[in-house]
C-alpha cells in the first residue's frame, strides 16, 4: 500500500465527515507477540520480531449515532507483529467512546 484512500466507504455510508489526522502514537516498547513460527524465514510484509513502532491515527468525526470509524497506520511493520502498549491504548479508547450496539 502506497497511501491510505482520503475517503471510507463507512464514513460515506453512517455520514461521517472529512477525514482528520490525530497526533502519531509513538511507542517506546515492543508488543509482546510475534510469530515465532517463520523465525528465520520471514518477510517484511509478513512481519518479524516485535519491535517498537509508531501509528498514524486518522478519524472521521460526526459519524450518525455516534459511531467510530477511524483508520490506523503502523508504519514499517507486518500483520504479524504484536500491537504496542501505547497504540493498543489508543484503540481501546477508540472502542470505548463508541455508544456500542446495533441498530
Known sequence: MVRLPETSPWAEKYGA????????????????????????????????????????????????????????VRLDKGHTEGLEPNITREILKLVVSAPGGKT
Not at 465527515?17 to 516498547?29: K, L, M, S, Y
Not at 510475534?34 to 519491535?51: P, Q, V
Open 17 to 72: 465527515g472529512p477525514r482528520q489526522r490525530a497526533p502519531d502514537v509513538v511507542d517506546a516498547q515492543p508488543g509482546k507477540i510475534h510469530d515465532t513460527l517463520r523465525e528465520g524465514k520471514s518477510s517484511a510484509g509478513w512481519g518479524f520480531a516485535a519491535k517498537p513502532g509508531k501509528a498514524e491515527v486518522y478519524i472521521f468525526p460526526g459519524a450518525r449515532d455516534g459511531r467510530v470509524i477511524a483508520d490506523i
